[in-house]
């Protein structure tokens, strides 16, 4: 379930039946930009027949965002093994976001980084060609990507555009302004909603809303108009915000830790079950106040280290290096994860009078306490875990990824505006 990088909404055919009730945009009490479509009993309505040379492959039938067949000639696409099909962009973008792909997840690859990055990326699986040579001579050139929809019975899914620009630095003025008159807010909120995709369980039924509805969106209607993804129609589901928090903090660590790569029009995709677990597993068993972020300056996050026309051929070069240096930074990330906060806390535990010596009755009390904290924080874990296995959070399109020397200040910036939203979401249904 991936959106391409265009800014072209699409939804899951649908009959229209008219605009559900926004959120005023503040233009005189007039709703917000929107368009809602409804599907009826939870079944989109049939794509439009792919081309013969698709060899079995049909239209992704629940795309929220980017280009969809039928609408143009180009889209994204559903392999007869269910995997999702992107097909390349032209030069430099679709080179580029396949040589992004191809490093991440070679087979040599030993960076930390990348290796814990995979975790939140889709699954990729190379390239597929529509040629019936299996080559690009005479047919157009796919990313391979898995489908991580596909182990849910009425996913819901949620793209989200991350940055605090929908443009990289090496565009033309003329798409800077274009992107920037778009959505003006997007500089200072840090996200736009691109599209969702919404299953209202009281009348089973999905909801779509395209690109318009994000772009309605103001700060007065943000949290509203978000915390709409989490309603079924019969409240809000805070087990599945709860776990987009944590899964937000997840992607959060890993761009705090990392200074070598920089993300502009990339995109989280959110999915989640829309069945309740009575419902779910009735259904399988038929089966066969936001808080204030600091000022940054808007060129704060541009530090792309290298030109455009070098930048895939770079990241591949560095990946072909000796491993000589990979295995420094592994080692390096040992140590890191020796010297983690967690540690020293619980060597603090281990020596309460700070000199390793205690009375037999004061370690048995500490021992009785440290086992309590130990089991209450493996129960807190497992929950948060299971949770969480519940929602899927990727990051996908990455057709303007660089290189860079310096932290992703705009992707982290419209994380942690992001995740004070869903907080505020969170905190205000309790």
């Known amino acids: 379930m991936l959106s391409a990088s265009s800014d072209e909404a699409v939804l899951s055919g649908a009959e229209k039946t008219g605009p559900d009730p926004q959120p005023s945009d503040g233009s005189g009490g007039q709703p917000g930009a929107t368009a809602l479509l409804r599907e009826p009993h939870g079944q989109p309505s049939p794509p439009p027949l792919p081309p013969p040379h698709m060899n079995g492959c049909v239209p992704l039938p629940h795309q929220v965002a980017g280009h969809r067949f039928g609408v143009r000639e180009t889209g994204i696409f559903q392999h007869p093994d269910g995997d999702v099909l992107k097909q390349l962009q032209p030069p430099p973008r679709g080179p580029r976001e396949m040589c992004f792909y191809d490093t991440v997840y070679a087979e040599d690859c030993r960076d930390p980084r990348l290796l814990e990055l995979r975790s939140h990326l889709p699954k990729y699986h190379g390239t597929w060609s529509s040629s019936p040579d299996d080559g690009p001579a005479g047919g157009d050139l796919y990313l391979k990507l898995e489908d991580v929809t596909r182990r849910f019975v009425k996913p819901c899914i949620m793209d989200v555009k991350l940055g605090r620009r929908g443009y990289d630095p090496f565009d033309s003025r003329e798409k800077r302004e274009r992107q920037i008159r778009k959505y003006p807010l997007m500089e200072e909120i840090g996200f736009r909603v691109l599209g969702m995709r919404v299953y209202e369980a009281t009348g089973d039924a999905f909801h779509s809303y395209d690109k318009r509805y994000g772009i309605g969106l103001v700060k007065d209607t943000l949290r509203d108009g978000l915390a709409r993804f989490f309603n079924n129609g019969a409240g809000l589901r805070k087990d599945v915000v709860s776990a987009g928090v944590g899964r937000v903090r997840r992607v959060l660590g890993w761009f705090e830790s990392q200074r070598q790569l920089v993300f502009y029009s990339s995109s989280l995709l959110f999915v989640y079950e829309g069945l309740l677990p009575s419902s779910l597993s009735l259904s399988l068993s038929s089966l066969p106040s936001i808080p204030s972020i600091g000022p940054a300056s808007p060129e704060a996050d541009i530090r792309v280290a290298v030109p455009l026309d070098r930048g895939p051929a770079t990241m591949c070069a560095n990946r072909r290096k000796g491993d000589a240096a990979s295995n420094v930074v592994v080692a390096a990330a040992s140590s890191e994860e020796d010297d983690s906060p967690r540690k020293h806390a ?85």
Do not use: C, W
């Open 346 to 430: 619980a060597g603090r535990r281990s020596r309460p009078n700070e000199n390793g010596i205690r009375s037999p009755q004061e370690g048995r009390s500490v021992q009785g306490i440290g086992e309590t904290e130990r089991r209450a924080t493996r129960r807190d874990k497992d929950k948060q875990t299971k949770e969480e296995k519940e929602v899927e959070v990727r990051m996908i399109d990455f057709a303007h990824v660089f290189p860079s020397d310096s932290h992703d200040h705009g992707y982290i910036y419209g994380l942690k505006h992001l995740l004070a939203v869903l907080e505020q979401i969170l905190h205000e249904s309790s």
